[in-house]
């Protein structure tokens, strides 16, 4: 074997290990959360939990938008012979697992709602914080050329975990019972420890010393980051969380159920958009940043208009259900390119710092846009905050569009 064949053979092997790490910490990741938003609010709900109660379950994905406050920690501290950011993986992914096996003395959870709602909150606390560290492992392994496909899988892993979490899980759950259901998540999570465990991370050399706090903000500092964060995300995402946050109710005013809605919008919906997240990741490769988010806002704003009987009170089964499967489809579409070009402005020193506070900014203004779209449907109807989300939508593909002429990176 020649020195170049043993090179490009090595050079293949650490491309895959890559690659397969970050679609074990993506997956399992997410496994867990949309057991917890989607699978388990089925399953109380079954069992007589109050909405009242179902809502402040929900609560407690306020975590994630908040895990910025914390990410400076994950950057700055870390083990230099294991590995930084794997010396927080390990013990975080053994975490996940724990959290998730602590749940299953609890068979008929409707009846221990206390000790549940604990366990989920440590449980999203562990997974927020897995999520800086990988990202951050992420931004330092994947090249400019390579973070459309690394931002693919992300996505794509978070939708199979949801598909997963929210829907194999209530089956096994249906059929053999909570403890089943519980150890099916628990086993799938720990083959993403066993991948951790395994992988040897690259020695992480520092520009500056010790990033911390003070560098939280200085992102922002960066050519065209600022108007990338507060004007095209803002648009861009409004107008995709608009659009979805009036399909719940929509969906309860035309006498679904809260079964058929779960399976119909976190599990039905959310297949094609895993095969979605990895065609865009493809896609940003090929065409580039700018042409996958021009591409990526036309078909969300022409897929939200698939929405509009469901606005109008038109729900039939068949419309509704590959509506949804096309606008999440392309909200995926959408993701991977906003991840890709906010993994761009993370810098390797700070880089769960960086990408958490670009992604956590996004996250929160989906929050309050959600709320804000409920109510003003209570104002002008569904439609016309349909109608105003693919506005919303447009404007900010046009603004993203100049924003990546000017400011754009250019890789192949």
């Not at 927080?88 to 299953?104: E, M, N, R």
């Not at 598909?163 to 089943?180: N, Q």
């Not at 070009?341 to 996004?362: C, E, H, K, Q, V």
Request: charged share 10%; hydrophobic share 50%; proline share 3%.
């Amino acid at each position: 074997m020649t020195t170049a064949t043993a090179v490009a053979d090595d050079t293949t092997r650490l491309g895959a290990e890559r690659f397969r790490l970050i679609t074990a910490l993506y997956f399992t990741q997410w496994l867990g959360v949309g057991f917890l938003t989607i699978g388990l609010v089925a399953i109380l709900r079954e069992g007589g939990t109050s909405l009242a109660t179902l809502g402040l379950l929900q609560t407690i994905g306020i975590i994630w938008p908040l895990k910025f406050l914390w990410a400076p920690l994950i950057d700055r501290y870390g083990s230099r012979r294991i590995g930084h950011y794997r010396s927080w993986l390990i013990p975080l992914q053994l975490g996940l697992v724990l959290s998730l096996l602590a749940l299953t003395p609890f068979v008929g959870p409707s009846d221990h709602l206390g000790p549940i709602i604990v366990i989920c909150a440590l449980y999203v606390v562990f997974s927020a914080t897995q999520d800086i560290a990988a990202d951050a492992l992420v931004v330092r392994l994947l090249t400019a050329g390579e973070r459309g496909l690394g931002n693919g899988i992300q996505v794509g892993g978070n939708y199979l975990g949801s598909v997963v979490g929210g829907g194999l899980a209530v089956l096994v759950y249906d059929r053999f019972g909570w403890v089943a259901a519980i150890l099916l998540l628990a086993v799938l999570t720990a083959t993403a420890l066993g991948v951790v465990i395994a992988y040897r991370e690259p020695e992480r050399e520092l520009v500056v010393e010790r990033p911390g706090y003070r560098d939280l903000l200085t992102v922002f500092r960066q050519k065209g980051c600022r108007s990338w964060t507060f004007l095209v995300v803002p648009l861009y995402y409004v107008g995709a969380a608009v659009g979805y946050a009036i399909v719940s109710p929509a969906l309860v005013d035309a006498g679904w159920s809260l079964t058929r809605i779960g399976i119909v919008t976190g599990v039905v919906a959310s297949v094609p958009a895993v095969l979605t997240s990895l065609g865009a990741g493809w896609l940003v490769g090929r065409l580039g940043r700018r042409r996958t988010l021009v591409l990526g806002g036309l078909l969300l704003a022409l897929s939200s208009l698939g929405l509009l009987p469901l606005a109008l009170g038109s729900a039939t089964t068949l419309w509704t259900s590959l509506a949804l499967c096309l606008f999440m489809a392309t909200y995926a579409m959408a993701n991977v390119v906003v991840y890709t070009i906010n993994m761009d402005y993370s810098r390797a020193d700070s880089a769960g710092t960086d990408f958490t506070t670009l992604t956590s900014f996004a996250l929160a203004i989906s929050f309050i846009a959600a709320g804000l779209a409920l109510g003003l449907a209570q104002l002008v109807g569904y439609p016309g905050v349909l109608v105003a989300s693919i506005v919303l939508v447009l404007i900010g593909t046009a603004l993203g569009a100049r924003h990546q002429q000017r400011h754009g990176v250019t890789a192949a």
